[in-house]
């Protein structure tokens, strides 16, 4: 394929409610959207998954834009490109997963269309419909939370993550467990722990969690696997695990026995087929995890939980879950069973609204090939 034109979108979606982390609130959801399109005018979304600033992990939405716009997109323009082309030229940049993963998307959606197959297919894929549950953010009032708990399980979810931090973890999570004895609950430290904590963390064995996501440091794998052999619970790494070579490390040192994969910060589609391999290899559980971001990163990231090692639920909430609007259509539903339809059509499978991109717009750039 050979990518005549890039259109880079800044867009900041309102949350109809803060979200509130280990890390702190997202109150308002930044996303860098990218438009691809090809010699024939064939047209490839993409969108890198930072968020505004870099409280999750060191990407943020501007960060990922002068990555994008300055340093990726002159490499990909009016040159004869396949994936893997995009994955040597882009090899020297270090970091910047979620900004490499907005345009490798893009490519594929391209070549998606090319190929008139669809991405989760051209994948490996072996499944179209993702159990997903859904991530609740620290509420402080438990009367509140529980009735969340509630609804979500009513409408179906299959299993709930609640985000815990120091102070504020045993006693609540008690008051859930006691109410729903046999519901699938995990936690999200989201690196707000150490191992002076390893009390607490040890006091959150007896409460029957499906796992313990990322409690220690974002950077670390050494104290988890220490962690892991003081706790009966399993643990899953999220922000640690930024390529399948981080992977591989954990797996061999059993800093986990699960993984959450999220495309964007691992890089690639492709990665995440390497970390399919590895988990199989070692036997560690995989599941979609997602930040929040709109249908267009939503749709990929679906057709990765295609994969086979990914079998846990997914963190996929329903697109009007936490916006009013989202910028692909149909919206991202759940079913009353707790699931969640990969996109089946070619390319991103999804339409995309540039109506709602308008409304929400920061920023537009437009970078044309000069030859
Ligand atoms: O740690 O999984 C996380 C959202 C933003 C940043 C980090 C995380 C999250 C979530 C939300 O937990 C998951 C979702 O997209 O539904
Ligand atoms: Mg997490």
Not at 182 to 189: E, F, H, P
Not at 289 to 299: D, N, Q
């Amino acid at each position: 394929m050979k990518i005549k034109q890039a259109e880079l979108y800044h867009i900041q979606l309102p949350m109809k409610f803060p979200f509130v982390t280990g890390f702190g609130a997202i109150s308002k959801r930044d996303a860098v959207l990218l438009k691809l399109t090809d010699e024939n005018g064939l047209v490839g979304w993409g969108e890198a998954s930072a968020l505004w600033a870099p409280v999750y992990l060191e990407e943020d939405a501007q960060i990922c834009w002068h990555v994008m716009s300055d340093l990726i997109i002159p490499l990909i323009l009016n040159v004869d490109l396949e994936i893997d082309d995009y994955l040597e030229k882009t090899a020297w940049i270090r970091g910047n997963n979620m900004a490499r993963f907005g345009v490798e998307t893009a490519l594929w959606s391209i070549k998606s269309q090319k190929t008139k197959t669809p991405i989760y297919k051209l994948l490996g894929g072996v499944r179209t419909k993702i159990p997903v549950g859904e991530s609740i953010g620290i509420v402080v009032s438990t009367n509140e939370l529980m009735s969340i708990v509630e609804n979500r399980v009513s409408e179906g979810y299959q299993r709930i993550k609640l985000k815990i931090k120091p102070g504020h973890d045993y006693d609540y999570l008690c008051e859930v467990r006691k109410a729903y004895p046999k519901l699938a609950i995990m936690v999200d430290g989201n690196s707000s722990y150490t191992l002076r904590n390893l009390n607490d963390l040890k006091r959150l064995d007896n409460l029957n969690l499906l796992m313990i996501e990322q409690p220690l440091g974002y950077d670390d794998i050494i104290d988890h696997a220490k962690l892991q052999k003081e706790l009966k619970t399993s643990i899953c790494l999220d922000e640690s695990i930024m390529s399948a070579e981080d992977a591989r490390k954990a797996c061999e040192i059993g800093a986990c026995r699960i993984i959450n994969v999220k495309p964007g910060r691992v890089g690639s589609l492709v990665e995440c087929q390497k970390i399919n391999n590895i988990a199989k290899k070692y036997g560690v559980k995989l599941w979609l995890g997602g930040m929040l971001e709109t249908g267009i990163a939503k749709s990929y990231n679906l057709m990765v939980a295609a994969l086979s090692e990914f079998t846990l639920p997914a963190d996929v909430s329903s697109s009007k879950k936490f916006y009013d609007d989202d910028v692909t259509n149909p919206d991202i539903e759940v079913t009353c069973n707790g699931e969640v339809a990969v996109p089946m059509g070619v390319g991103i499978g999804v339409g995309v609204n540039k109506s709602t991109i308008k409304k929400y717009q920061l920023a537009y750039e437009k970078i044309i090939s000069n030859e």
